[in-house]
Structure formats: C-alpha cells, structure tokens
C-alpha cells in the first residue's frame, strides 16, 4: 500500500523562527518522488519542494529544505526565516514512477504570527 | 500553467441526483487524477488514470466512477449524490520535465448535496 501520514494537524511559528513540519510514508515500489505542496486559502495547490527517492542528497529551495531518511521512510520539511506568506496548509505526498499513483498525507495547518 | 480546468466550479445538488465534474486538460498529459478535500482528511484520491480508458481506484473510490474516453478530459460521476459527497473536489495531472516530475491541479469545484 501506498500512504503518507502526517502527524501534526496544527503548528506555529513566530516570524524569522524555524519550523519543521513532519511527514512518514510507506510504498513498496523503489522508486518514486516525495513532494511538499502548500495550500494557501486560496485553495491552489503551490509545489514547495521534491524530492527523487534515488538522490541521496537532501533537497533545498531557498529557505525551504527537507531531510529525507529513506531508510525510516521519513520526509521532514523544515521552513527557515518563516514569513507571514508562509502561512497554509501543507501536504506532503508521493509519486510512485510506475503508475504515478500520486497520494497525498492529512495536512499540517502552519500560521505564522507576528 | 498546466491548462487544467475543472467545470463546473460550484455546484448545489440534490441527494439522489447524478452528478458529473468534468477536468479538462490542454496539454496531453499522459496522468490525470481526481482528489476530495475535507478538513481533518487531506486531499483523498478517489480515481486517477494513466491513459485514454486506463483507469484505476483510489482510496475512497466507492459511489464514484470516472471516465477517460480522450487524453484531454476526464470525468468523475457520482452516480446517485449522497450528503457525504458534499466536498472540494479537485483534479491534478502529473508532468515529468526536465526538473522532474510535478503534480499541477486544477481550480476545484465545491459540490454541495442537500
């Protein structure tokens, strides 16, 4: 089977903190892609960051980086200097390359205050 | 811009009425995909297809059926609307570049069954 879980339902941040949002997945296909997308109230869907399973190094996009440990299947999102803008909701998700069975986790909702 | 558009983008329906959401794509994508989104839930995968008639069930495909006649539409019919398929659903389609793969969603469409 193929799922994402995403544990925290709500976080905050204060503006210019760190924040790292966490997401675990399980497939059994060996090679796929993870991604973050985030949500903001206008309900579009905003690609963050990917990840192809078969690079081992870790994927960065300016302030937005993830820590990808495949062998535990883990595919944390970290946000530095957190702005306002960053404020939504964010999906993690993966792609297996077969099919492209794209599944999506539960959502963490992040607000950044002032 | 991935040329995806979602028709309609609201729709108030009674229960036990048949009810089809069309996705309409402009650029030959290949993968095509229908999600519901519901607080606490995420974006679920109802159906999602990897080729004209290529079609296959997500995780909440029950009461849902779809249709893939040409590369460029994919409908999603909810053959007798129940209050439970009061949601936003929206549909996606994946694209391999020279970036990698990235999933592009459409509008939404917000269906209200009463």
């Known amino acids: 089977a193929q799922t994402v879980t995403q544990s925290q339902p709500e976080m905050s941040v204060q503006e210019a903190e760190t924040v790292t949002l966490s997401c675990t997945y399980d497939?059994?296909?060996?090679?796929?892609?993870l991604f973050w997308y985030k949500q903001p109230p206008s309900r579009q869907m905003i690609l963050v960051i990917r990840?192809?399973?078969?690079?081992?190094q870790n994927a960065t996009e300016n302030r937005f980086s993830v820590n990808f440990q495949k062998a535990a299947k883990s595919f944390s999102l970290k946000i530095s200097d957190s702005q306002l803008g960053d404020t939504a909701m964010y999906f993690c998700?993966?792609?297996?390359?077969?099919?492209?069975?794209?599944?999506f986790g539960t959502g963490t909702r992040l607000l950044v205050s002032p | 811009d991935a040329g995806i558009t979602q028709s309609p983008r609201h729709k108030v329906t009674e229960t036990g009425t048949p009810v089809t959401l069309r996705c309409h794509q402009t650029?030959?994508?290949?993968?095509m995909y229908w999600y519901r989104q519901d607080p606490g839930h995420g974006l679920r995968l109802i159906h999602y297809?990897?080729?004209?008639?290529?079609?296959d069930k997500g995780e909440v495909s029950d009461g849902y059926s779809v249709s893939r006649s040409k590369t460029e539409d994919f409908l999603l019919t909810l053959e007798s609307a129940t209050s439970s398929q009061t949601s936003v659903y929206f549909c996606?389609?994946?694209?391999?570049?020279?970036?990698?793969?990235?999933?592009?969603f459409g509008q939404g469409t917000r269906l209200t069954v009463v």
């Open positions: 297809s990897y080729g004209v008639k290529d079609t």
């Open positions: 998700a993966s792609l297996n390359t077969g099919f492209q069975k794209l599944v």
């Open positions: 990840q192809e399973a078969y690079k081992q």
């Open positions: 996606a389609i994946s694209e391999s570049t020279r970036g990698g793969t990235e999933a592009f």
């Open positions: 650029e030959n994508h290949r993968y």
């Open positions: 497939t059994s296909e060996n090679n796929y892609y």
